[in-house]
């Protein structure tokens, strides 16, 4: 009965009236859609200047007005979902989770700012839609933040149900419906954070793979230590090894004074030197108690065989289909920079020397993560050189360090202020200084001396 009121209904509405209410609905969604583009222009435009962010955008932006519109179909079609629990049952937390993992806050933000917009629009401007809509949405990105783990999507969703079930009390107050529809509207609330997060779930791998997006999830995966390339870098190449684990302390310390993705540094600096494994040998880190096998070649031939190590661990990367991010780690820890020792050895022996020759053939860093990387493979890999340590030593020699990077253009394309490099050098002096700190002589214990000679 109630289908056939409304389809009176609708037949007795003039077509003009109903052309000129649809076009008012588009007006106010275009100007919503602007809305939201500026908001994302305001709080993270980069996204808005790469066409596979934007093709994912308008994907997730769709997931609520598509779930929305599903819902409404199956509530009028059938009586699977009755029409007091519909707007409780709209996954609004889907497109907003989905956004802040794989895109960030301010995305996730603008996605369910568009989406309660558009939901309440479809719903003849529903007020009660729109609030729950943006309820859902700061609580879903603040619970998004800083997700490490897949587990921690379960909290959020817990989250989201505990606010949507305070919203629907609230209006229960309001409206005072009977207790059985509440009770229904209760559990939709429920059942639509549960769908929220199981889809966010099952569709973040997929998006991860489709639009070439590493997530700090992924990222959390490849910190294991037992990876295949980490563990043959630990027998093989120990020194190479090490110096990755001390690189990952100093960048992610850095990382976290200017508040840039710690995480992501670390990692990458886990994989930054795998190239490396093909000739460890050569490499000074290596070099034990062993002949410098360098002694034997030109300064020319060890350039290319130091050079070559950028070269060989992305082509190790991609064997093992490592992230993007750790790609671009190899490939721009040393940018086009300058290979001064053998640069300088050369000048010594060759009348003219070509400066590219001795030049890696990778780009500088293009972010602030990549820069600090970077800086602090220099900074540790130079370290080692320090005899007898002192604050001062360490502090003098990062100075130089940076000043070098600067100046050779390798920190022009990582949109770093001088504040934040400032920051970053100030960090990397004093973790420097506390990892290489001198230790206090002990008096040897006579009695304990004489136990051992006998």
Known sequence: LLKAHNSQLTMLID???????FFGKCILLLAALIATIVMLRLINSEILIKPEKILLLSILALLTVFSARLLSYLSIQTDLIPSSALIYLIPHALAVLLGAILLGGGAALSLGFWGSFATAIYFDASFSVFVLGIFTTVTATTAARNLHK??????????????????TSIFYIFN????????????????????????????IPLFEKIFGITTDITLLELSDMGHPLLQKMAIQAPGTYHHSLMVATLSQNAAEAIHANSLMVRVCAYYHDIGKLVKPEFFSENIQNSDNPHDKLSPHMSALVI??????????????????????????????????????????????????DFRYGGKPATSKEMAILSLADASEAA???????????ISNLIDEIFEIKLHDGQLDHARLTMAEINIIKQSIIFSLSNMLHGRVSYKTDENLSNKSAE
């Open 383 to 393: 370290s080692r050189s320090i005899k007898k340590p002192t604050p001062q030593k």
């Open 176 to 203: 005072q419906p009977e207790l059985p529809i509440f009770g229904k509207q209760l559990i939709s609330c429920i059942i639509s954070a549960i769908i929220s997060t199981g889809l966010t779930l099952l569709l």
């Open 150 to 167: 897949r587990s921690n999507l379960y909290r959020a969703g817990l989250f989201v149900a505990i606010v949507n079930i305070i919203f």
């Open 15 to 21: 077509p003009a009236e109903q052309n000129l209410q």
């Open 307 to 356: 050079i070559a190590h950028v070269k060989e661990g992305l082509t190790l990367a991609k064997r093992h289909k490592l992230p993007e991010p750790i790609i671009d780690a190899i490939e721009q820890h040393h940018g086009n920079g300058l290979i001064h020792y053998f640069y300088e050895k050369a000048k010594k022996i060759e009348e003219s020397v070509n400066e590219s």
